[in-house]
């Protein structure tokens, strides 16, 4: 954005605005059209700053990703790293179930696979990775485990329980069912 006139970085700043409130009312199949609307300009200049649907739904996750990123780091000198690796998945989970749309940008692809170096499934991979790596030195969890197949687990989780009538609940469940499993001992 940087370089770019001050009518474009408003229109940039205006259609994020707008692309936020309604990714938090449709979750992420909100319609680039209506946005555009809302945000009055036309669709070519939604396309222009944010040129595929993951694109913009990046952009409206990216401060809070941020803060679990810097959350994950605050964690890391936690001395139970077991349990600071499940406080931020926690963490991660209840964010999910809370701003629609952010399993689904992370479901896009596989985390390591294609993700480009500034997306939101990078930088959550390489936050949780360090946490991670610390409880496997310390034996807390299975060696065998990464942090794709946390992060996917957590994505599931968020998925699968969102449209019931109580999603943090059900989603607790599950992921407690599921952490039961990834202990050291299998327990």
Request: hydrophobic share 45%.
């Amino acid at each position: 954005m940087t370089g770019q006139r001050s009518d474009a970085r408003r229109n940039h700043t205006h259609i994020l605005a707008v692309a936020e409130a309604e990714v938090a009312a449709q979750g992420a199949q909100a319609s680039l059209e209506r946005i555009a609307r809302i945000a009055g300009v036309g669709s070519a200049t939604v396309r222009r700053h944010f040129p595929t649907r993951k694109a913009l739904l990046e952009a409206v996750f990216k401060q809070r990703i941020h803060a679990l990123c810097d959350r994950a780091h605050t964690l890391r000198g936690e001395p139970d790293s077991r349990s600071a690796l499940v406080e931020w998945l926690r963490e991660l989970l209840a964010y999910s179930l809370a701003a629609r749309g952010l399993a689904d940008v992370l479901s896009y692809q596989p985390l390591q696979d294609e993700a480009t170096q500034d997306s939101c499934a990078a930088d959550l991979g390489a936050a949780g990775a360090v946490l991670l790596r610390k409880a496997i030195d310390d034996r807390a969890v299975r060696a065998d485990i990464t942090i794709d197949d946390l992060l996917v687990l957590i994505i599931g989780i968020a998925l699968a329980t969102e449209n019931y009538t109580d999603p943090a609940t059900q989603a607790d469940r599950a992921f407690r069912l599921a952490v039961a499993g990834f202990g050291a001992s299998g327990a």
